[in-house]
């Protein structure tokens, strides 16, 4: 696997390691298995969800892995760009190495436009 592929792979793994300790968060609010009618349950899981995102951001394991994960995602990033920089600056390179066709050059004279002063 390239440089890049490596970093966009370990970008992934953080994500679901932090997906992983988010759902933990909202699973700890007890009322993951509750059963009660629909829109109870989508109230209760908004406010779970909120809750859940309070208690993560006063995590210091998953502020370290929101850091980690957006250092990796600027290194896997950067790498692209780069990998990116270096395809367009060979292209250039190879096309200005291969001789083009003057399309500026004057077209041939075939006399009409000394006609056309003389009209």
Known sequence: MSEVGERWSELGQRFEALALKLKLHFEQ?????????PLQKIRDSVTDAFEASG?????????????????????????????????????????AE??????????ADTGKAADSETS
């Open 29 to 37: 609010t007890g009322r993951a298995d509750e059963s009660a009618d």
């Open 98 to 107: 291969t001789p083009s066709i003057d399309t500026k050059a004057a077209p």
């Open 55 to 95: 208690n993560a951001v006063r995590d210091d394991a998953v502020k370290a892995d929101v850091r980690e994960t957006g250092r990796l995602f600027l290194d896997a990033l950067s790498a692209s760009l780069a990998k990116a920089a270096d395809s367009l600056r060979e292209k250039r390179d190879t096309t």
